[in-house]
């Protein structure tokens, strides 16, 4: 027969372990890595997962107040690295691993690195607009961070050379990968920046993360910042991004776009020159245009004012106004003319003369008074009666009333 004698209920064991577990100061703080398996989003925020490698598994669990420290979407097959706190959920007597951050294991943490570090030079301010310096659009030098062999610095020659080949390019031959990177580009910005060149490609050819990741240094990115000269960042592929393109005063895809960026090509300066020479040309002819008119126009004005002009203006006036009176003289004789007919003839209309052409007479008395009425005479009283042709004397012998 089995003597017992400690007897323990389920929860008290669990408690028990449980106890145990948080008396343990490395399961309090500790990162795992491994593979991301059954993960699940529950709808009350919380992440479920799994966490294994080829020879284990450990439950999983970031609550919805830790996801602040996720910065991608988790997903089944994905190598990170999980930092948190193992403890047992007594209910079910399990423990399990408690989240509170997690990061992609390999390039995955160079890239939360360099988000991390985004994020800060973001907040200073070393990203905004305001502080981008315009690239020149007609440069001189040419300034190129690279190493001196690949095919970088072989395209960016190669295109600056045939869009303008006036342009002077200094290149300083920089090591561009590994632990010795960003203290050489940090110098080879400040040698040609202390040489005053007009304006600076930083970059490099493509890679990996790992290969690019001098460019994500802050000593480089904070060097790009602090450059007098303009800087177009050109590393990598078109789809790499590093730190020093968002710092850069322009991004430029591949060093071979960079080079377009940076140099002008040559027709476009010579067409630009055509047209301010024919622009300069016709304004120069307007302007001459403008000029000889306003000095004919003075000339013309100049005539009109001297002396000699303002007598022959006066002349010229005078002969007008003589014009005038002979016209208005002449209008007013014709006018005069045909009212004189007017009244010569309504003065035929009242002449004697006429009426005694027409056959009447008219007769005076003695004392030379026309005589219009038979009471005006008196018998034996001379009359004068006057005819056509001439008087005649005659003695009134009778008067006769009608």
């Known amino acids: 027969m089995i003597e017992i004698r400690n007897v323990y209920t389920v929860a008290k064991l669990n408690s028990y372990i449980k106890n145990m577990f948080t008396q343990d100061y490395l399961l309090q703080s500790l990162f795992v890595k491994g593979e991301v398996s059954n993960c699940k989003y529950h709808s009350s925020g919380h992440i479920y997962f799994t966490l294994k490698d080829d020879k284990g598994a450990l439950n999983c669990v970031m609550f919805a107040g830790s996801r602040s420290g996720l910065s991608f979407k988790l997903a089944d097959g994905q190598q990170v690295v999980v930092g948190g706190t193992v403890d047992v959920y007594e209910r079910d007597g399990k423990y399990q691993l ?18 991390a570090l985004k994020r800060e030079l973001s907040e200073l301010g070393m990203f905004s607009p305001e502080y981008k310096q315009p690239i020149p659009k007609y440069i001189r030098t040419l300034g190129v961070v690279t190493a001196d062999t690949g095919a970088a610095v072989r395209d960016i020659i190669q295109i600056a050379s045939r869009r303008n080949p006036f342009v002077q390019i200094i290149l300083y031959p920089a090591i561009v990968q590994g632990a010795l990177a960003a203290p050489s580009i940090i110098k080879g910005i400040h040698a040609l920046e202390r040489l005053g060149v007009d304006v600076m490609i930083v970059g490099r050819g493509g890679g990996s993360i790992e290969d690019l990741w001098a460019f994500n240094e802050r000593e480089v990115a904070q060097a790009v910042f602090d450059c007098s000269v303009p800087i177009i960042s050109a590393v990598g592929h078109e ?4 730190i020093i393109d968002y710092v850069s005063d322009l991004r430029a895809p591949t060093p071979s776009a960079a080079a377009e960026l940076a140099v002008t090509d040559i027709r476009e300066i010579t067409g630009c020159i055509e047209d301010y020479r024919r622009a300069l040309s016709e304004a120069m002819d307007g302007r001459l245009h403008a000029v000889r008119e306003k000095s004919s126009y003075y000339s013309m004005k100049l005539r009109l004012l001297s002396p000699a002009g303002q007598i022959r203006e006066k002349k010229q006036y005078a002969l007008q106004l003589e014009d005038r009176i002979n016209e208005r003289m002449k209008t007013k004789i014709l006018l ?4 004189l007919a007017i009244y010569i003839e309504r003065l035929k209309g009242l002449s004697p003369t006429d009426k005694l052409n027409s056959g009447f007479s008219y007769v005076r008395g003695g004392d030379g008074r026309n005589i219009r009425s038979v009471s005006e ?5 001379l009359l004068a009666i006057h005819v056509k042709d001439g008087v005649i004397d005659a003695r009134v012998q009778q008067v006769r009333a009608l």
Request: hydrophobic content about 30%; overall charge negative.
């Open 98 to 115: 408690y989240a509170k951050q997690i990061v992609l294991d390999g390039a995955g943490l160079l890239y939360e690195k360099m988000e």
């Open 239 to 242: 789809t790499d991004t590093t």
């Open 336 to 339: 005069s003319r045909q009212r």
């Open 377 to 381: 005479v008196s018998e034996g009283d």
